[in-house]
Structures are given as C-alpha cells and as structure tokens.
C-alpha cells in the first residue's frame, strides 16, 4: 500500500502519522520527491483498505501496489535512483549509474588469473575509457574441473589494479563466508546463478555496498524484482539490475539478450540497469552490436568482458574482446550515447 501526502503536509503531521502507522505494527518507507511524499507500507496490509488513510487532512490518496515488489517499484519511489560507486576513496574516480546523463561502461576480464594478467586489461579498459574495472576472484562455473577463480587472492589483486589505475572495482560475491573479503570491493556482483540465494541477498541488505544484481538464467522480470527487494527490506538500497541473456529454446547464442527487460524495468522500477552483451550472446564479434544497441534501449550502463590475450583466458574466452576491438567499441559507442545525449 501506498500513500500520497498533500504537498503542504507539516513536517510535525507527517511524523505522527508514521507513528500511527509503525503502531499498527508495519515499516515505513519515506520518498520524498519535490511534489510530494509517498509513504509506502510495509508489512502485512492485507487487513487495511485505502480508504482508511482518507480521513486524515494530510492524505491526498492511497492505494494498494498490485505487484508484489514494493521498494523496487516506480510507484513506491517515482525518482530514479542514482547509485554511486567508489566514493570518497583517495585517488579513486567514482562512477555514478542511472543518472540519466552518462553510459558508464565495466569492462575486465572474466576472471583474475595472474597480477599480470589483471593489470594489464585494467589499463587497457582504463585506456579507452572504461569507468569500472571489473574480474571474478569467485567463479561460478558450470563444471567443478574448470577453474574456480583465485579467491581472496584474485581480490587483493584487483585492490592493486584499483591503486594502478583508479578505477573502482566490481567483483562476484558466491557465499557470505567470503563476504569479510569484500571491504574493498566498489560494487558486489550476485551472478545468475546466485540470483535467489535469498541469505546471499538478506545479508547483502546489511552490508551497505552497491550490488550488481544479475538475472537469473531462467528469472522472469518479477522475480528479479523481488530478489532485489530482498537486498532493499534489509536495508540497502543501491541496487543495480542486470540483464545478462536468458535460457531459452534457440542455442544459436549462449543465452538469449532480452533487451525489452530495460524498458520495460525503467516503467516499473526506479533502479538501474546495466547490460552484459557478454554473457548473453558468449561470441565476441557479436558484443560491439548488442553493445550499442543496449544503448538505443536506455541501458543505464554496460558490462562487457575485456582480456589481453582472449584465446589464452582462463575462462569465457570465445566472449571476451581484446582491448583493440574494446577500444573501436567504445569510439561506436560513444556515438551511440551522443545521440541520446550521453557520454561514456
Ligand atoms: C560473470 O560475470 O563472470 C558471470 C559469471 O556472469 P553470469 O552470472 O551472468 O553468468
Ligand atoms: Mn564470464
């Protein structure tokens, strides 16, 4: 349930209110906008009717949100939501997503292999213009023979990339265990495969680091939504959608790239959402087109898998772009931007 205040609500009228509210035993959610303050409710409101909250002066409407999601929902938070990454750290350059203004782009390797390795593809993205530096230290990999990422190893190197180049970094959390090794990391990825650990995502709500949700490999856009809203009811709001291609009955692609999941997600939903070519078509000539045309969707950002030497990656090698073609999908791609107003 939703409830709009009147624009001239007194703060004093506004706090007792709440206060009614939180008596009933429900949460409250406070979106302030410029117009006007929407209170969302939390909580069972079955037992409630909008029509209730009308006879209070301060109340110009109520109503009930139909989906089951509520803090992700547009209607429950009618702004945008920007989410900045790796603010106030010396010599880090933050990144801001979902301003509306800029198409940031996180590009790296799939995986943190060797000191070498990560250092050179975080200069390379650096150099042609990406705004976060991104490899796995955890892999999620299909088979337990393939490699399984460096771990805490692979994080402390992506520490000294950061130091190199002052990129924020965005590495893939697999199990809260690991989650002390994270006090680093700019922006926590939960990959497709972890999309509905629902203790991943609670403790996430905790930990007060923007989180790169990414969808499921057969998630529908609803529960997406409500695994976000999972990171949000625990206390952390900066959440970023992912669309990273979707199962479906065609092979001819590693995954299938839903690009109406972004419109279709800024309607129903204030938070971000970030592209990953990569992953949903998993054949590198076939990244730089869907790069741009993600960005005619209004893709709020891009992740895009970049390795020195693709041939000789550890993982993900027929995807991954070396940075010479990264660099010609980056010159396209500002283009693409520019005319929509946009810069990398
Ligand atoms: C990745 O980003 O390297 C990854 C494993 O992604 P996904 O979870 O989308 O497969
Ligand atoms: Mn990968």
Known sequence: MIVILKKEAAAKDIDS????????????????????????????????????FLANDIVES?????????????????????????????????????????LPVIAGPCSVETEEQILAAAQAVKKAGARILRGGAYKPRTSPYSFQGLGVEGIRLLEKAKKLTGLPVCTELMAISELENFENVDLIQVGARNFQNFDLLKELGKFHKPVLLKRGLSGTISELLMSAEYIMANGNENVILCERGIRTYDGYTRNCLDLSAVPYLHKVSHLPIVIDPSHACGIRWMVPVLSSAAAAAGADALEIEVHCCPEKAWSDASQ?????????????LAKYAAVEGRTL
């Open 17 to 52: 209110f709440v206060d009614g509210i939180k008596q009933r035993g429900l949460g409250v959610h406070i979106s302030k906008g410029v117009d006007k303050t929407i209170i969302g409710l939390l909580g069972d409101t079955s037992k409630l009717s909008p029509e209730d």
């Open 62 to 102: 109520a109503e009930r949100v139909s989906a089951p999601y509520k803090m992700a929902s547009r209607s429950f938070h009618p702004e945008n939501t920007v989410v900045t990454i790796g603010a106030n750290q010396e010599g880090v350059i933050p990144c801001v997503i979902g301003d509306g203004k800029s």
């Open 320 to 332: 991954q772009l070396p940075p010479s073609e990264f660099e010609k999908l980056m010159d396209k």
